[in-house]
């Protein structure tokens, strides 16, 4: 896929009318080329219309209507794969941009069921969702790669299972927040909290955490060494142990 010409999604701009038509009785073809074409002139700085690409958002979460979801993933797909690749887990991730595109428009369309459309008032709002999709695709995926190193091996299966139930996420977010809570607190130090978090949450390597932060650190090896030594901490702790 081609990089998109934006990187981040504009405030709503007044409906500027550039042609005539309502795109709520536009034929689903029409309305999708007149979306795109939209979409061209906001990439070019022109005044634009956001009402067609907002239609076909409707059709496809409100109507539940496939071609206009396949003509979604067609336009904006480079616009994901654009999120996604920017997303400082991606590298760490051990998947492919593909993935991630396909899961954050999975998430995307899981979390907008019809009710709820109307929360969405314009184009932006939408666009600044599917991106916070595609961003939290991405560093679930590290996390979960990642979690299984902080936990008691017992709790390791468990965990595992979880996975991948998307009727368990605001269960599993919960979980995630209590996690972190108690990580947090058997963390004794600032530079123990940069390490733990920034190879947790981040995905960063030892090398890195040390180039970023190397006023918190002797060297490179006290990364390594903090990293070790607060791992065998966490997984004897039964407050951990206890959550699990």
């Given amino acids: 896929m081609t990089q998109p010409m934006i990187t981040n999604v504009a405030p709503a701009m007044p409906l500027m009318p550039t042609m005539s038509g309502d795109p709520g009785v536009m034929d689903l073809g029409c309305l999708a080329r007149r979306a795109l074409a939209e979409s061209r002139r906001f990439y070019h700085h022109e005044e634009y219309d956001s009402r067609y690409a907002y239609e076909l958002f409707r059709r496809a979460l409100v109507e539940r209507d496939d071609v206009a979801w396949g003509h979604l993933f067609e336009q904006y797909g480079p616009l994901v794969e654009h999120w996604v690749r920017r997303t400082g887990a991606f590298t760490v991730s051990g998947e492919s941009s593909d993935f991630f595109v396909s899961a954050a428009f999975t998430r995307f369309w899981r979390a907008i069921p019809a009710d709820r459309f109307a929360a969405f008032p314009n184009l932006a709002a939408l666009l ?50 209590e996690f972190w809570g108690l990580v947090d607190g058997l963390l004794t130090s600032e530079p123990e909290r940069v390490v733990i978090r920034s190879s947790f949450l981040l995905g960063m390597k030892p090398g890195d955490i040390y180039a970023r932060w190397g006023c918190l650190f002797h060297g490179v090896e006290e990364v390594y060494t903090i990293k070790r030594a607060v791992l065998t901490r966490l997984r004897k702790s039964p407050e951990l142990r206890g959550l699990y």
């Fill in 128 to 177: 600044n969702y599917l991106r916070r999709c595609a961003t939290c695709v991405v560093i679930d995926t590290a996390r979960s790669h990642s979690y299984t190193d902080m936990l008691p091996e017992e709790c390791v299966n468990w965990n595992d299972q979880r996975l991948g139930h998307a009727d368990e996420e605001a269960t599993d977010r919960v979980s995630r927040e």
